[in-house]
């Protein structure tokens, strides 16, 4: 069939997709091998889509023009090979919703530090009066919102996955923050191959676009000087003085793009840590391309709130503070979250590894964790990696085990920290669920 578009997973992407292309006039059908939730469901039937659940049927599938996947679906899937193999096209929601705007797109990707930037960037822009839409890997699906809004522009957190399956989409703006090891499970645990795909949020960029990058972060230059790009080079650094680009040096931050300057002290920013600097610089850089006013960035810098489950405050019980950093999905997350707390630390960590090296973090659990509680169904390998550098090591498998564990080790001035580390598939629906219980457990102390 010449217009059978269909769509593999019916999630919050894989809906979106299906409605946009349903409104585009595409035949559509979506197929999931797992449960699609009630209000899915209704979205579905009210725009009239085809789909299924609980299984994929290979012959309806293979009938298609072309296949939009769900980013949770690897390529290894024996019905995406076969995909593949009969030269039936797979993209990504975000490289078909691209097709149907002419929404400038700010796309912001790295290993860390990418839900918190793209929702700075959205609410500097926000803040100066524009029609502008949040999406990709945080909030409504980028589909979905070209199928039901009409933005100027659209402010995209893209993962690996979902830059896996882009082939001509274009970011007008590109923001690469940094790159370490992660979802290596997905990349035949080969950190080239992951580079690779990272560095795809810079394809089909021309003169007229920009792109931001961490002259800071070794992996990134390393693949930088391996590539050509048309796009305005702009480097963001806490080492170096930048002619173009933004650095911090001591207490002050400063920002140049052309002719245009912006500075503002480091304590001033509502975001505190180092790498929340190397934040605020890029969502600043952003904001001067866009041409937004000195004084807009100022107070939105000064006056933006943390994102739920990233170092979010729960409550302090007898003393003790519980934070949720659900959303450190990998090590180098954790690595931050411990640098920035000075009190002794009940760190709960655990979950579905990929590939972690655990070693990055041994001095900082030795001076600064005095105890782990372990959450996950198999919790060996970070028993292995961290025996011998804390007191104590406690096992657990439920979130309400791990916080009752955690309250009967703490005393006052301690910090008991949820920073899994981790995916969170082994015992949680998706890292949202993994702090919600968190904090709900919390709550009932």
Request: charged share 25%.
């Amino acid at each position: 069939m010449d217009n059978r578009l269909v769509i593999l997973g019916g999630g919050e992407s894989g809906v979106g997709a299906a409605v946009l292309a349903k409104k585009q006039g595409y035949d559509v059908f979506l197929s999931d091998s797992g449960i699609i939730r009630p209000a899915a469901k209704e979205l579905l039937g009210e725009y009239g889509i085809e789909y299924e659940e609980g299984m994929h049927s290979a012959p309806m599938i293979m009938q298609a023009r072309e296949v939009v996947k769900s980013p949770g679906i690897p390529d290894t899937l024996p019905l995406v090979e076969d995909l593949n193999k009969a030269g039936i096209p797979v993209i990504s929601e975000i490289e078909f919703a691209g097709r149907f705007t002419r929404a400038r797109k700010i796309c912001i990707t790295g290993s860390n530090g990418k839900t918190t930037t793209s929702s700075l960037i959205y609410y500097l822009l926000k803040n100066a009066g524009l029609n502008v839409g949040l999406a990709g890997n945080v909030g409504q699906s980028f589909a979905y919102q070209v199928a039901t809004q009409n933005y100027d522009i659209y402010v995209l957190e893209l993962s690996s996955f979902q830059l896996d399956g882009m082939y001509d989409f274009k970011a007008d703006i590109a923001i690469l923050l940094n790159i370490t090891p992660d979802h290596l499970d997905r990349y035949h645990y080969d950190l080239k191959e992951y580079v690779k795909a990272k560095f795809r949020i810079t394809q089909n960029m021309d003169e007229d676009d920009c792109f931001i990058f961490c002259r800071d972060d070794e992996i990134s230059m390393e693949h930088l000087n391996r590539i050509v790009l048309k796009a305005k080079m702009l480097p963001i650094s806490q080492k170096d003085t930048l002619s173009e680009g933004a650095y911090a040096l001591e207490d002050k931050m400063h920002v140049i793009y052309g002719e245009q300057e912006f500075e503002m002290f480091i304590n001033e920013l509502a975001l505190q840590g180092k790498h929340n600097v190397y934040n605020s610089m890029a969502a600043a850089l952003s904001a001067k391309i866009m041409n937004i006013s000195n004084p807009v960035i100022r107070e939105s810098l000064t006056s933006f709130k943390s994102i739920p489950h990233r170092m979010e405050q729960v409550a302090r019980v007898k003393g003790t503070l519980y934070i949720n950093d659900s959303k450190a999905t990998n090590v180098n997350s954790v690595w931050y979250a411990l640098d920035s707390l000075q009190t002794p630390v009940i760190w709960i960590v655990g979950g579905q590894d990929k590939g972690n090296d655990y070693s990055v973090l041994a001095d900082l659990v030795s001076n600064k964790v005095k105890t782990i509680v372990c959450l996950g169904k198999d919790n060996e390998k970070i028993i292995n990696a961290f025996s011998g550098k804390v007191s104590e090591i406690i096992d657990t498998h439920s979130m309400e085990d791990a916080v009752a564990q955690s309250y009967r080790v703490s005393r006052p001035g301690d910090t008991v920290l949820l920073s899994p580390a981790c995916a969170s598939f082994d015992l949680f629906r998706n890292y949202e669920d993994r702090g919600d219980q968190f904090k709900e457990a919390v709550r009932k102390l």
